[in-house]
């Protein structure tokens, strides 16, 4: 991104700039993972050299390096390079995910909702309205960036107030809400199988289920939008001022007929969906318990959210589009699935080194040495689980101003801080959670989120003279009140002992020896 004509000269922005220069300084994400299996291959034969081991905490087991780097190294590189991006967890679970939610974009459905729940809100509440709005259009991946940040600065220009305050306002609820919800999303999959892939280099078979954070990031919705709300209203609104600009309001265009009649239908079949859920739990055995009454992990309802995304999806969708006239015949239907498909290109390619580097990674032993070292010089703090996983937020918040995807990210620290985490006595899922609260709150900070510069592009729009620093310190104080907010939620609940998900504790106990 280039840099604007007068560039602030604040300490903020100068820093931003600094971290913008390193983080485009990084290879490719893709590149990194190559670059990343290399060296670990590379290691392997340094370390299994010079005899590095351990001793596993619960077995005993003396737990040494496996060379990589020799003949039969090579062979399994070679014959697993296949199998090891076929069966990566995280791969089938989006691809599903996304032929569901691909066609609820296409066909108009996302678009329509989330003008309807901004037009039809009451003016004192159009500001909560719009974060909560942004919170809730995650489920759908990022179609919140290009369509409900934009619309926030129409909308609140619209009233006679300041259109960046609305911008702002949107896209704090878009991306520094990015991982709370009501309902499980396209990202709880993604994560949550990177988190399964690391889990099982110290317990083999450990599943974590896609709904495995929905209780805390359910709960978490209405509080991120009541600190979003207050921080634009007490903070932004009154750092911006009136508005002096060219822009004129915009007529906002309510929905056509066609449109609501396609919401109806939609509606309709979304209660149909749910319909079918309550059979299910009811008299088809969707839910089990185990023996002392907790929810079992296995039960076909946790096991199967990524099915009823893109079940729930494809069915409302599908129903919106024959009453919106959007979708006439069944070609309309798979073009819709395949254009999601088609942008995940780069997904794919990132996903294929990804997943060699963290074969690498368990093969070599690397990964469970790395953590147990780890755990080794974290033990001091083993009884104060809050402690470390608020460390951990910060960890992820500074990892985000470097590298901007959520996945890439949780690809690279997952293997290392999961594994180290279960050793100290918390569990993947809570070791998750963390790092979503902190990936969160940055993301509108960071120059490195993708959606960056589209931002910038549409602060300039309103402010010509708006650059990286514009955005940064308008959306800075989001970023200390959400990270503030998450952080006592999440040290509430641990207090409480709440589980955060379906068969999702805090706790976590290695598997007794032998």
Not at 168 to 191: E, H, K, M, Q, R
Not at 407 to 422: C, D, G, N, T
Not at 458 to 487: E, H, N
Request: glycine fraction near 10%.
């Amino acid at each position: 991104m280039n840099e604007p004509a007068n560039p602030p000269t604040g300490l903020i922005a100068k820093t931003l700039r600094l971290i913008e220069r390193v983080g485009n300084a990084l290879p490719h994400p893709g590149t990194l993972f190559a670059l990343m299996a290399v060296v670990v291959v590379i290691l392997s034969g340094v370390f299994s050299a010079i005899g590095l081991s351990v001793l596993h905490p619960s077995t005993k087991e003396k737990i040494e390096v496996v060379n990589l780097l020799n003949l039969e190294g090579l062979h399994r590189i070679m014959m697993k390079c296949v199998t090891n991006f076929t069966e990566f967890a995280p791969l089938g679970t989006v691809l599903v995910a996304m032929i569901g939610i691909g066609i609820a974009e296409s066909c108009g459905l996302i678009g329509a909702s989330l003008r309807l729940m901004v037009l039809k809100a009451p003016p004192r509440l159009l500001t909560f309205t719009i974060v909560f709005a942004g919170v809730l259009s995650n489920a759908a991946s990022e179609i919140g960036y290009v369509l409900l940040v934009p619309l926030g600065a129409v909308i609140f220009l619209s009233v006679g107030r300041h259109p960046i305050a609305g911008m702002a306002a949107a896209f704090a609820g878009v991306s520094g809400g990015y991982s709370a919800n009501l309902i499980i999303g396209t990202v709880d999959p993604l994560l949550s199988g990177l988190s399964e892939e690391a889990a099982r280099i110290v317990e083999a078979g450990y599943t974590v289920n896609p709904a495995c954070n929905w209780y805390f990031m359910a709960a978490s919705t209405l509080f991120v939008a009541i600190a979003g709300t207050w921080t634009t209203e007490k903070i932004v609104v009154p750092r911006l001022g009136d508005y002096v600009g060219d822009e004129k309001p915009e007529k906002l265009e309510a929905l056509s007929a066609d449109e609501k009649r396609g919401l109806w239908y939609a509606l309709g079949a979304f209660v149909l969906f749910v319909g079918f859920i309550a059979w299910g739990v009811a008299f088809g055995d969707f839910v089990r318990f185990k023996p002392g009454g907790g929810l079992d992990a296995g039960s076909p309802l946790l096991k199967s959210v990524v099915f009823l995304i893109f079940f729930g999806a494809t069915l409302s969708s599908i129903a919106y589009g024959v009453g919106a006239k959007t979708i006439r015949n069944d070609t309309d239907v798979m073009n819709g699935m395949g254009k999601s498909l088609s942008t995940l290109g780069t997904y794919m390619v990132l996903v294929f080194f990804a997943a060699q580097f963290v074969e690498y990674f368990k093969w070599t032993n690397l990964g469970l040495i790395t953590a147990v070292k780890g755990a080794e010089a974290l033990a001091p703090l083993k009884d104060n689980s809050t402690l470390l996983m608020i460390s951990f937020i910060f960890v992820a918040a500074a990892m985000n101003l470097v590298m901007g995807s959520a996945s890439a990210k949780w690809s690279i620290m997952a293997p290392i801080f999961v594994p180290m985490f279960m050793f100290l006595g918390i569990s993947p899922e809570f070791t998750q959670v963390a790092y979503r609260i902190g990936d969160s709150t940055t993301n509108i900070i960071s120059p490195m989120m993708s959606y960056f510069a589209l931002i910038v592009a549409f602060f300039v729009r309103y402010d010509p003279k708006a650059g990286i620093g514009t955005v940064v310190a308008t959306m800075l104080p989001y970023t200390v009140v959400f990270t503030l907010v998450w952080t006592v939620i999440l040290a509430i609940w641990v207090m409480a002992g709440w589980p955060i998900g379906p068969s999702a504790p805090l706790d976590y106990t290695l598997p007794a020896a032998g």
